[in-house]
């Protein structure tokens, strides 16, 4: 009875729960089990939903641009040792980083260990231009350890400040150390939210959290941060905790073998 106990609390110290068993990477949510009139996902999933409206047909809040520059969601949750991410936006994810024509690319994702205002690891989204902000990095999924950020064009108050940049919320990646890949894909689809007739636009990726370990995450928590290049709008979202480190899985590994094992024995 004994040795059932110490597995038992084991294998719930170590385990990760979600009520989604499986997600597959293909730009769609449907099995993140999303609503489409409210955007709240499944059992078990974390998320912040920011599907604002304004006067003015602007339907973003904070910041300014329209549903084209609008962050409406984002999720996030660990399944094994994966972590998935999903967000759900009206910027097209082809929109062309040209900001004298006032148009500009998709921000990569950033990922704040320790949620301390430093973004130690960044998972690249391409964005191309017609001048020399355009992506330097030129690979979609690429995930960098101890990147150097771009910002955008407001400032912590929400006024008009490229000079002075919300350090917050970074853009997208100038460079940093290229450690692996993110699986990643994009889709879109009518029907969703408040506006239902907007086309919204959607990331889904997942990645393997020993790449987390190997960019410096100490297991403590962090959170995920998403905008455009212009930082127009922002989103942030905290993924379920705690994650044991990759040595404490080993172990439990061995410690269940040694009681089963004991059991045998007696």
Same mark, same amino acid.
């Given at each position: 009875?004994? #040795?059932?106990?110490?597995?038992?609390?084991?294998?719930v110290?170590?385990?990760? !729960?979600?009520?989604?068993s499986?997600l597959?990477?293909d730009?769609?949510?449907? =099995?993140?089990?999303v609503?489409?009139?409210t955007?709240?996902?499944?059992?078990?999933?974390?998320?912040v /939903?920011? =599907?604002q409206?304004?006067?003015?047909g602007y339907y973003?809040?904070?910041?300014?641009?329209g549903?084209?520059?609008?962050?409406?969601? +984002?999720?996030t949750?660990?399944?094994?040792?994966?972590?998935?991410?999903a967000?759900a936006?009206g910027? *097209?994810? *082809?929109t062309?980083q040209?900001p004298?024509?006032?148009?500009?690319g998709?921000?990569?994702?950033a990922? @704040?260990?320790?949620?301390n205002g /430093?973004?130690?690891?960044? +998972?690249? +989204?391409?964005?191309?231009? #017609?001048n020399? *902000?355009? @992506?330097? &990095?030129?690979?979609?999924?690429?995930?960098y350890k *101890?990147?150097v950020?771009?910002y955008? &064009?407001?400032?912590s108050s929400?006024?008009? @400040?490229?000079?002075?940049?919300?350090?917050a919320?970074?853009?997208h990646m100038?460079?940093? #150390?290229h +450690?692996?890949?993110a699986?990643i894909a994009t889709?879109?689809?009518?029907g969703?939210?408040?506006k !239902? !007739?907007d086309?919204?636009?959607?990331?889904e990726?997942?990645? =393997?959290?020993?790449?987390?370990w190997?960019?410096?995450? =100490?297991?403590?928590?962090?959170? /995920?941060n998403? #905008?455009?290049n212009?930082?127009?709008d922002?989103?942030?979202?905290d993924?379920?905790?705690?994650?044991?480190e990759?040595?404490?899985l080993?172990l439990?590994?061995?410690?269940l &073998?040694g009681?089963r094992?004991m059991?045998?024995?007696s």
């Amino acid at each position: 009875m004994k #040795t059932r106990f110490f597995i038992a609390t084991a294998l719930v110290s170590f385990t990760l !729960s979600s009520t989604v068993s499986a997600l597959t990477i293909d730009g769609n949510l449907s =099995d993140w089990g999303v609503n489409p009139s409210t955007w709240a996902p499944a059992s078990g999933i974390h998320y912040v /939903i920011e =599907d604002q409206t304004g006067s003015g047909g602007y339907y973003l809040d904070p910041g300014w641009g329209g549903q084209a520059y609008d962050a409406e969601a +984002i999720y996030t949750t660990i399944i094994g040792s994966t972590l998935y991410i999903a967000l759900a936006t009206g910027h *097209n994810p *082809n929109t062309v980083q040209n900001p004298a024509n006032n148009s500009f690319g998709a921000g990569d994702f950033a990922i @704040d260990f320790g949620k301390n205002g /430093i973004f130690d690891l960044g +998972i690249n +989204i391409v964005h191309n231009g #017609t001048n020399a *902000n355009a @992506d330097p &990095l030129q690979m979609s999924g690429g995930v960098y350890k *101890n990147p150097v950020w771009n910002y955008g &064009l407001w400032n912590s108050s929400g006024a008009y @400040d490229p000079g002075h940049p919300d350090r917050a919320h970074p853009t997208h990646m100038q460079s940093g #150390t290229h +450690i692996g890949n993110a699986t990643i894909a994009t889709g879109s689809a009518t029907g969703y939210g408040s506006k !239902s !007739s907007d086309l919204h636009y959607f990331y889904e990726m997942s990645l =393997d959290l020993s790449l987390l370990w190997s960019a410096g995450w =100490d297991g403590n928590p962090f959170n /995920i941060n998403w #905008t455009e290049n212009c930082a127009n709008d922002s989103i942030v979202v905290d993924p379920p905790f705690h994650v044991p480190e990759p040595s404490s899985l080993a172990l439990l590994g061995i410690t269940l &073998l040694g009681l089963r094992s004991m059991r045998r024995r007696s």
